[in-house]
């Protein structure tokens, strides 16, 4: 859970507080978990895709899987990002000097790459092996974060 994390449940700001109020924890626990529900779906998501012959689509949802996870680090129930390259930003500056985490942040940084070449060109000249690439990487930052990002990471 996120501790003493200032954060957001619809509306509701905690912020500062040592311990959740124990009527607010299951909300937030809830919260976390849809963040690696939803990293999960997407990476489920690529990999239908993938089978499917549609790589480029799959590097998209592959990106997406990495940058849920991201968030949920970077506690966006607290802050909102107006970009995905804010987002990487700010997971860099916050996670890059951490050896835990910093493989991370280049996984999210060339899978965002990857998927504004996709954007840019609609999908064409994406590879299978280029696809594959990114979802090892989001199977891996899951595996992670279903192992460890249910504790307090700060």
Known sequence: ???GRGLRVEGL???GMKKIPEDIAPILDEIDNLWIVKA???LNAAKMLLDSGYPGFAVERAFFSIYYLASDLLGVKERAFTNHIATIATFRR????RVDLARFVEYLADAEKARAVVEARRGRDVTID???FHIRRAEE????A???LMG???
Not at 94 to 97: E, L
Request: charged share 40%.
């Open 1 to 3: 859970m996120n501790g």
């Open 13 to 15: 700001r905690v912020k």
């Open 40 to 42: 999960s779906e997407s």
């Open 94 to 97: 916050k996670f890059g000097s």
């Open 130 to 132: 280029e696809a594959s």
């Open 141 to 144: 930052f899951l595996k992670f």
């Open 146 to 148: 279903e192992e460890r």
């Open 152 to 154: 307090d990471l700060e």
